[in-house]
T-cell receptor
Framework: EAGVAQSPRYKIIEKRQSVAFWCNPI?????LYWYQQILGQGPKLLIQ????????DSQLPKDRFSAERLKGVDSTLKIQPAKLEDSAVYLC???????????FGNGTRLTVT | AQTVTQSQPEMSVQEAETVTLSCTYD???????LFWYKQPPSRQMILVIR??????QNATENRFSVNFQKAAKSFSLKISDSQLGDTAMYFC??????????FGQGTELSVKP
């Protein structure tokens, strides 16, 4: 089966600019996650979708971050405006349901200068 | 709140030898799952091994095995016959019934020839 697809692979922007990341989960996977991984740290959950509804967005900085999963398939994560501390790898993951293991994409490395 | 702690930021091992990575966790859930993920420089999270909390038998996957001590909330990973390709970041993670996967800080493992 095809894995979780993410794009772009790398992105460099200046602070205060906006950026968007795209994720296409494995076909049939109802649950989609966005994680932020700052260098040297473990991934931190930003938002979790079940189909096209939000299950958990408690750690999403909603003043600048937004995410959507229209039609319950692919998803977009946006940052506007970006700050220096947003420099990180953004990982997308999906799972079939319930206690199924998460499958991760290759991530997008964001550098904010 | 659910937490995962990895107290070894870095570990090294000689090729063909055995190494154990430590992990402790805290959760109020009765039903949960524990995972070890490997993250090579390519950034993709790869599932190494999974343990269901209700199972007393320790999970084993080829050269990888766990020592699951439920009462102590400990979940260590043993890698036998270490290979150069095992060099990576290793993350311990706890997954509850709500589908939320929380990661530890990671342990950077270096396998030396």
């Amino acid at each position: 089966e095809a894995g979780v697809a993410q794009s772009p692979r790398y992105k460099i922007i200046e602070k205060r600019q906006s950026v968007a990341f795209w994720c296409n989960p494995i076909s049939g996977h109802a649950t989609l996650y966005w994680y932020q991984q700052i260098l040297g740290q473990g991934p931190k959950l930003l938002i979790q979708f079940q189909n096209n509804g939000v299950v958990d967005d408690s750690q999403l900085p909603k003043d600048r971050f937004s995410a959507e999963r229209l039609k319950g398939v692919d998803s977009t994560l946006k940052i506007q405006p970006a700050k220096l501390e947003d420099s990180a790898v953004y990982l997308c993951a999906s799972s079939f349901a319930g206690n199924s293991p998460l499958h991760f994409g290759n991530g997008t490395r964001l550098t904010v200068t | 709140a659910q937490t995962v702690t990895q107290s070894q930021p870095e570990m090294s091992v000689q090729e063909a030898e055995t190494v154990t990575l430590s992990c402790t966790y805290d959760t109020s859930e009765n039903n949960y799952y524990l995972f070890w993920y490997k993250q090579p420089p390519s950034r993709q999270m790869i599932l190494v091994i999974r343990q269901e909390a209700y199972k007393q038998q320790n999970a084993t996957e080829n050269r990888f095995s766990v020592n699951f001590q439920k009462a102590a909330k400990s979940f260590s990973l043993k890698i036998s016959d270490s290979q150069l390709g095992d060099t990576a970041m290793y993350f311990c993670a706890c997954y509850n019934q709500g589908g939320k996967l929380i990661f530890g800080q990671g342990t950077e493992l270096s396998v030396k020839p």
